[in-house]
């Protein structure tokens, strides 16, 4: 059994959730399993209700803010100079 982290995505709002994917031999892929998914659902609904302490009990929760990416001038790093030969 391995444990990822699944976001659930409402408006500008986010949870990451901690589940558990069962490789079960034979099977297509891994699944998760009923008790988390309803703990992604509880996240989602809590998340349309705007209710942020029930949304973070279900995980890790973060605002999403829209980045105008035409000011972008890279990582955070000044301008480097060309090479020059």
């Known amino acids: 059994m391995t444990t990822t982290l699944q976001m659930v995505r409402e408006g500008d709002l986010a949870v990451e959730v901690s589940v558990a994917l069962d490789d079960v031999a034979g099977s ?6 009923l ?3 309803r703990k992604l659902d509880r996240a989602r609904e ?6 942020l302490p029930a949304a973070a009990r279900e995980g890790r929760v973060y605002r999403l803010v ?3 990416l035409s000011q972008a001038t ?3 790093e000044t301008e480097q100079d060309e090479l020059k030969p």
Request: hydrophobic share 35%; aromatic share 10%.
């Open 28 to 33: 297509w892929g891994p699944s998760v399993g």
């Open 35 to 37: 008790d988390d998914i």
């Open 46 to 51: 809590a998340l349309r209700r705007g209710d």
């Open 66 to 68: 829209l980045q105008d």
């Open 74 to 76: 890279g990582f955070g």
